[in-house]
C-alpha cells in the first residue's frame, strides 16, 4: 500500500486485508494497492482527510492466472497423446484429436 500527496507513506495490509496510515495532514491524497500476482480493479482511489479519519478506502484484486498450450503434430489417426508438466505442480492433460493441448489456471510467480 502507498499514500501520495502532503505526505508520503508506504504500508503493508494485514492478512484480512486492513491497512492504515497514520499522521496525515488535511489533503487530497492517492491511495495505491499493489501486490506481486495479484491484478486491481481499480489500483488508485483518492481520498480526501478533512479533520476525521477516512475508512473506506476499499480495494478489490483478483489472482492473474496464465494458461500454457500448444500442438502436438503430426497428429495421429485415434490417437490421444498425454502431455504432463513437470516441476513443483505435476498437471497432466491430453490433447485433442487435432492436437491441441492446453494447461489452464497458473499463477503468475509459479513454476510449474
Not at 37 to 61: D, E
Request: proline share 3%.
Amino acid at each position: 500500500m502507498a499514500l501520495s500527496g502532503a505526505t508520503s507513506a508506504t504500508g503493508t495490509a494485514d492478512t484480512l486485508g486492513n491497512y492504515t496510515f497514520c499522521r496525515t495532514v488535511e489533503w487530497v491524497y492517492t491511495v495505491t494497492a499493489e501486490a506481486y500476482r495479484l491484478c486491481f480493479h481499480a489500483r488508485n482511489q483518492s481520498a480526501t482527510v478533512n479533520g476525521a479519519n477516512v475508512s473506506g478506502v476499499n480495494f478489490t484484486a483478483t489472482s492473474q492466472t496464465f494458461s500454457i498450450s500448444g500442438t502436438i503434430s503430426p497428429v495421429a489417426e485415434e490417437v490421444e497423446a498425454a502431455v504432463t508438466l513437470s516441476g513443483a505442480q505435476v498437471p497432466a492433460t491430453t490433447a485433442n484429436s487435432s492436437g491441441a493441448y492446453t494447461f489452464v489456471g497458473w499463477r503468475a510467480g509459479l513454476t510449474p
